[in-house]
């Protein structure tokens, strides 16, 4: 069991370039896969950007070059720096550990954090 906790989310002005921190209770540098995924609202959960443990990153086309995600092993936490943003990024913010990707489809989800852009 993997528990995943949000935080840097809330009320941001477009342009702006909140980071969010994703805590992560197991060892970060043994789980395969860590991401971040978004749900605004009416539409489905999307993927935002994902890390692997060797550092390999993927982006969203609707983020690359203005999100940026990373992990710290050693304070097991992944993060998601957010630039430029922009209204349509307003959506509940999730981390998402896939811990075995070979052997295992296991995947844990933390609560989410709202992250709201204004205009």
């Known amino acids: 069991q993997v528990q995943l906790v949000e935080s840097g989310g809330g009320l941001v002005q477009a342009g702006g370039s909140p980071r969010l921190s994703c805590a992560v209770s197991?060892?970060?540098?043994?789980?395969?896969?860590m991401g971040w995924y978004r749900q605004a609202p009416g539409k489905q959960r999307e993927l935002v950007a994902l890390?692997?443990?060797?550092?390999?990153?993927n982006y969203a086309d609707s983020v690359k070059g203005r999100f940026t995600i990373s992990r710290d092993n050693a304070k097991n936490t992944v993060y998601l720096q957010m630039n430029s943003l922009k209204a349509e990024d307003t959506a509940v913010y999730y981390c998402n550990a896939r811990p075995q990707v070979v052997i295992s489809t296991a995947q844990f989800w933390g609560q989410g954090t709202q992250v709201t852009v204004s205009s």
């Open positions: 197991a060892r970060l540098f043994s789980i395969d896969v």
């Open positions: 890390i692997t443990r060797g550092g390999s990153t």
